[in-house]
Every structure is written in C-alpha cells, then in structure tokens.
C-alpha cells in the first residue's frame, strides 16, 4: 500500500496539514519581526560570538 493511501485513511489528516503550515508560517513571521525590531548594536555583538576565542 502506498502512504498516500495511509494519509487518505487518517481521520483529520487536512487539519493536521494545515496547522503544521501555520506553525511553520508563524515561526517565521516572528522571526522576521524580531530580526526588524532588535537593536542593531545586539545583532552585531551577536554576530561576533563565533569569532571571540576570549575566555569568561
């Protein structure tokens, strides 16, 4: 049998779908949002991380 005839089978299967699609929507509205609002000076510190072999 093919998965597809599995899904057919699975009762609220279109529901699932669509709420994964607006989770997956969400996620990144919010991170475009966040990357917008976010001072600049953070993002650059931020960036730098990678970069800083300085211990703590």
Not at 2 to 24: C, M, N, P, R, W
Not at 27 to 52: A, G, Q, Y
Request: proline share 2%; no cysteine; net charge negative.
């Amino acid at each position: 049998m093919k998965f597809i005839h599995y899904l057919e089978q699975t009762a609220g299967v279109d529901i699932l779908g669509l709420a994964s699609l607006l989770i997956f929507f969400m996620f990144f509205v919010v991170m475009i949002v966040w990357v917008v609002r976010t001072d600049k000076k953070k993002i650059e510190e931020i960036s730098k991380i990678p970069l800083d072999n300085t211990e703590q």
